[in-house]
Protein backbone atom coordinates (compact mmCIF):
# COMPACT_ATOMS: atom_id res chain seq x y z
CA UNK A 1 0.00 0.00 0.00
CA UNK A 2 3.10 2.23 0.66
CA UNK A 3 4.11 1.92 -3.24
CA UNK A 4 0.07 2.93 -4.14
CA UNK A 5 0.29 6.22 -1.83
CA UNK A 6 3.67 7.30 -2.61
CA UNK A 7 3.46 6.28 -6.56
CA UNK A 8 -0.09 8.27 -6.42
CA UNK A 9 1.69 11.18 -4.80
CA UNK A 10 4.76 11.60 -7.34
CA UNK A 11 2.64 11.31 -9.92
CA UNK A 12 0.11 14.03 -8.43
CA UNK A 13 3.39 16.26 -7.81
CA UNK A 14 4.71 15.22 -11.30
CA UNK A 15 1.34 16.66 -12.70
CA UNK A 16 1.47 19.78 -11.10
CA UNK A 17 4.96 20.40 -11.77
CA UNK A 18 4.49 19.51 -15.58
CA UNK A 19 0.99 22.12 -15.78
CA UNK A 20 3.06 24.63 -14.40
CA UNK A 21 5.99 23.92 -16.52
CA UNK A 22 4.46 23.83 -19.62
CA UNK A 23 2.13 27.11 -19.04
CA UNK A 24 5.45 29.28 -18.29
CA UNK A 25 7.91 27.80 -20.51
CA UNK A 26 8.88 29.15 -24.07
CA UNK A 27 10.55 25.72 -24.84
CA UNK A 28 10.34 24.24 -27.44
CA UNK A 29 11.31 20.97 -26.43
CA UNK A 30 8.49 20.14 -24.03
CA UNK A 31 8.33 16.88 -23.88
CA UNK A 32 12.35 16.67 -22.98
CA UNK A 33 11.36 19.10 -20.00
CA UNK A 34 8.57 16.50 -19.13
CA UNK A 35 11.36 13.62 -19.30
CA UNK A 36 13.45 15.86 -16.80
CA UNK A 37 10.51 16.40 -14.34
CA UNK A 38 9.82 12.73 -14.37
CA UNK A 39 13.17 12.16 -13.43
CA UNK A 40 13.88 14.86 -10.78
CA UNK A 41 10.10 13.54 -8.90
CA UNK A 42 11.52 9.94 -9.64
CA UNK A 43 14.66 10.84 -6.95
CA UNK A 44 11.95 12.16 -4.44
CA UNK A 45 9.69 9.31 -4.86
CA UNK A 46 12.58 7.08 -4.30
CA UNK A 47 14.22 9.24 -1.33
CA UNK A 48 10.56 9.48 0.34
CA UNK A 49 10.57 5.68 -0.15
CA UNK A 50 13.63 4.99 1.56
CA UNK A 51 13.31 7.64 4.79
CA UNK A 52 9.21 7.07 5.66
CA UNK A 53 8.48 3.46 7.97
CA UNK A 54 7.06 0.75 6.03
CA UNK A 55 3.67 1.24 7.81
CA UNK A 56 3.75 5.09 6.37
CA UNK A 57 3.07 5.56 10.35
CA UNK A 58 -0.64 4.80 9.73
CA UNK A 59 -1.07 1.94 7.57
CA UNK A 60 -2.30 -1.60 8.96
CA UNK A 61 0.03 -4.85 8.88
CA UNK A 62 -2.16 -6.53 6.07
CA UNK A 63 -1.44 -3.15 4.03
CA UNK A 64 2.73 -3.61 4.67
CA UNK A 65 5.06 -5.29 2.31
CA UNK A 66 7.41 -7.13 3.89
CA UNK A 67 10.26 -6.56 1.58
CA UNK A 68 11.10 -2.92 1.18
CA UNK A 69 13.08 -3.32 -2.43
CA UNK A 70 9.85 -5.09 -3.86
CA UNK A 71 8.09 -2.12 -2.30
CA UNK A 72 10.08 0.56 -3.96
CA UNK A 73 9.98 -1.45 -7.63
CA UNK A 74 6.10 -1.30 -7.58
CA UNK A 75 5.89 2.04 -6.62
CA UNK A 76 8.95 2.96 -9.68
CA UNK A 77 6.36 0.47 -11.47
CA UNK A 78 3.38 2.32 -10.74
CA UNK A 79 4.67 5.98 -11.50
CA UNK A 80 6.60 5.52 -14.53
CA UNK A 81 3.46 3.49 -16.15
CA UNK A 82 1.52 6.60 -15.16
CA UNK A 83 3.72 9.42 -16.33
CA UNK A 84 4.33 6.92 -19.76
CA UNK A 85 0.94 5.58 -20.15
CA UNK A 86 -0.69 8.81 -18.76
CA UNK A 87 0.62 11.72 -18.45
CA UNK A 88 2.64 11.71 -21.57
CA UNK A 89 0.57 10.99 -23.38
CA UNK A 90 -2.08 13.13 -22.73
CA UNK A 91 0.90 16.09 -23.08
CA UNK A 92 1.06 14.25 -26.81
CA UNK A 93 -2.43 14.43 -27.38
CA UNK A 94 -3.41 17.79 -26.16
CA UNK A 95 -0.08 19.32 -27.63
CA UNK A 96 0.28 16.85 -31.21
CA UNK A 97 -3.04 15.86 -31.86
CA UNK A 98 -4.11 17.23 -35.46
CA UNK A 99 -8.15 15.96 -35.39
CA UNK A 100 -8.23 18.03 -31.00
CA UNK A 101 -6.98 20.87 -32.23
CA UNK A 102 -9.40 21.23 -35.33
CA UNK A 103 -11.96 20.64 -32.86
CA UNK A 104 -10.99 22.94 -30.64
CA UNK A 105 -10.57 25.89 -32.95
CA UNK A 106 -14.22 25.29 -34.29
CA UNK A 107 -15.42 25.48 -30.22
CA UNK A 108 -13.54 28.74 -30.07
CA UNK A 109 -14.63 29.79 -33.75
CA UNK A 110 -17.45 32.11 -32.66
CA UNK A 111 -20.33 30.91 -34.94
CA UNK A 112 -19.15 27.47 -33.83
CA UNK A 113 -18.59 25.97 -37.53
CA UNK A 114 -16.15 26.34 -39.48
CA UNK A 115 -15.31 25.55 -43.68
CA UNK A 116 -12.58 23.42 -44.40
CA UNK A 117 -10.69 26.43 -46.20
CA UNK A 118 -11.11 28.44 -42.71
CA UNK A 119 -10.01 25.83 -41.07
CA UNK A 120 -6.51 25.59 -43.12
CA UNK A 121 -5.84 29.58 -42.18
CA UNK A 122 -7.60 29.24 -38.23
CA UNK A 123 -5.98 25.95 -37.23
CA UNK A 124 -4.10 26.53 -33.68
CA UNK A 125 -5.34 29.58 -33.14
CA UNK A 126 -5.14 31.63 -36.38
CA UNK A 127 -1.43 30.30 -37.18
CA UNK A 128 -2.65 27.55 -39.66
CA UNK A 129 -2.03 24.35 -41.39
CA UNK A 130 1.36 25.31 -43.18
CA UNK A 131 2.75 26.46 -39.91
CA UNK A 132 1.52 23.58 -38.23
CA UNK A 133 3.61 21.27 -40.68
CA UNK A 134 6.71 23.82 -40.71
CA UNK A 135 7.11 23.42 -36.83
CA UNK A 136 6.66 20.00 -37.26
CA UNK A 137 9.53 19.57 -39.48
CA UNK A 138 11.52 22.22 -37.12
CA UNK A 139 11.15 20.10 -34.46
CA UNK A 140 12.36 16.91 -36.68
CA UNK A 141 15.51 19.02 -37.54
CA UNK A 142 16.13 19.86 -34.08
CA UNK A 143 15.66 16.33 -32.78
CA UNK A 144 18.33 15.01 -35.87
CA UNK A 145 15.80 12.87 -37.32
CA UNK A 146 15.86 14.52 -40.91
CA UNK A 147 17.82 17.62 -42.45
CA UNK A 148 17.24 19.97 -45.15
CA UNK A 149 19.05 19.77 -48.36
CA UNK A 150 18.42 21.53 -51.75
CA UNK A 151 14.83 22.21 -49.66
CA UNK A 152 14.16 18.61 -50.02
CA UNK A 153 13.48 16.51 -46.55
CA UNK A 154 15.85 13.95 -45.98
CA UNK A 155 15.48 11.12 -43.44
CA UNK A 156 19.13 11.20 -41.13
CA UNK A 157 20.61 7.43 -39.97
CA UNK A 158 18.78 8.31 -36.81
CA UNK A 159 15.28 9.35 -38.71
CA UNK A 160 15.73 5.78 -40.81
CA UNK A 161 16.22 3.76 -38.16
CA UNK A 162 12.80 4.76 -36.03
CA UNK A 163 11.15 5.03 -39.13
CA UNK A 164 11.74 1.89 -40.08
CA UNK A 165 10.96 0.71 -36.49
CA UNK A 166 7.41 2.28 -36.31
CA UNK A 167 6.66 0.89 -39.83
CA UNK A 168 6.72 -2.22 -38.50
CA UNK A 169 4.78 -1.63 -35.23
CA UNK A 170 1.79 0.27 -37.52
CA UNK A 171 2.02 -3.14 -40.20
CA UNK A 172 2.26 -5.57 -36.84
CA UNK A 173 -0.95 -3.39 -35.64
CA UNK A 174 -2.92 -3.11 -38.87
CA UNK A 175 -2.61 0.81 -37.78
CA UNK A 176 -3.20 2.91 -41.19
CA UNK A 177 -1.89 0.33 -43.16
CA UNK A 178 -2.89 0.33 -46.74
CA UNK A 179 -4.92 -3.01 -48.21
Not at 43 to 72: Q, R
Not at 89 to 105: E, F, P, T
Not at 135 to 153: A, C, F, Y
Request: proline share 2%; net charge positive.
Amino acid sequence: MKAILLAAGAGLLLLILATMCLRHSGSPNRARMLVILYLAVLGLLILAHEITPLDLGFLGKEAVVSNPNLDLLFAIALYTAGFFGGILQLYNLADRGLSLRMLIDILEDSSGEMSVERMMTAYGGGQGILWMYDKRIRDMISSGLVQETRGNIILTKRGLTLARIYSVLRALAHVNVEP
